[in-house]
């Protein structure tokens, strides 16, 4: 039950995260003939997909090293203000006008945009290489295949990108209370469970906050 309640935590994360990485697969190649739009894609999303396990990979290792988890938690708290704060700068990728610049502007523009996702994901998976394994080989597809139907969900309903920022931002707090050097400190001055809730509270508090400035700027 606590591997699928993980798997369950990487593919939503996964999911989330990934919505902008769908609207660049699309814009990068929007260009080209329609034939070649579907290679683009298929061969893009192949070498990004490549790269980002590979950091994955990389992230899993380094996050087992001293105070790296602790600073990793911080920057993940900070991956789930930005995805309820920030608007999505999709709009300034530039579509290749050739097959070959469609793929580079697709491996480029994933990898970089694919930073949170890979940290997200390595700090639920814990070291267990074979949940990180399944987790991506379940929600990869998803987000290359089903990449419009997830943006139209989670414009539909916005509950999703707060459950994600959610346990994004939860994720965070147990990664700090994880790390051997800060974490039993942490543990001698206040609950663990503390951390992670108060956390949590903040960034969904944050997400309402701004979306309500947003409504009321609207109206004026």
């Known amino acids: 039950m606590e591997f699928l309640v993980a798997l369950a935590g990487i593919m939503m994360v ?7 990485n769908a609207v660049v697969i699309a814009m ?5 003939p329609a034939k070649q739009q579907k290679q683009a894609i298929l061969w893009g999303s192949a070498g990004a997909i490549g790269l980002r396990i590979v950091l994955t990979l990389v992230a899993v290792i380094l996050l087992q ?3 790296v988890q602790f600073v990793g938690g911080l920057l993940l708290v900070w991956i789930a203000a930005k995805l309820l704060v920030e608007d999505s700068g999709e ?3 530039e579509a290749g006008t050739s097959f070959l610049a469609a793929i580079k502007t697709i491996i480029i523009a994933d990898l970089v945009m694919s930073l949170d996702n890979t940290l997200a994901i390595a700090a639920i998976a814990k070291g267990d290489y074979l949940l990180l394994g399944v987790g991506l080989a379940l929600s990869i597809p998803l987000i290359i ?4 139907i997830i943006i139209k969900i989670m414009d539909k309903y916005p509950i999703v990108v707060y459950a994600g920022a959610a346990l994004i931002a939860w994720t965070a707090g147990e990664m700090m209370l994880a790390d051997d050097k800060v974490g039993p400190i942490i543990h001698g001055m206040i609950p663990g469970w503390l951390v992670p809730a108060v956390i949590t509270i903040g960034v969904v508090a944050l997400g309402l906050w701004k979306k309500k400035n947003q409504k009321e700027k609207a109206v004026d």
Do not use: C, H
Not at 28 to 32: K, Q, T
């Open 14 to 20: 996964n999911i989330v995260l990934s919505g902008d």
């Open 28 to 32: 990068a190649s929007r260009n080209l």
């Open 145 to 148: 295949f089903g990449s419009q």
């Open 91 to 93: 709009e300034n990728v």
């Open 65 to 67: 090293i001293p105070y």
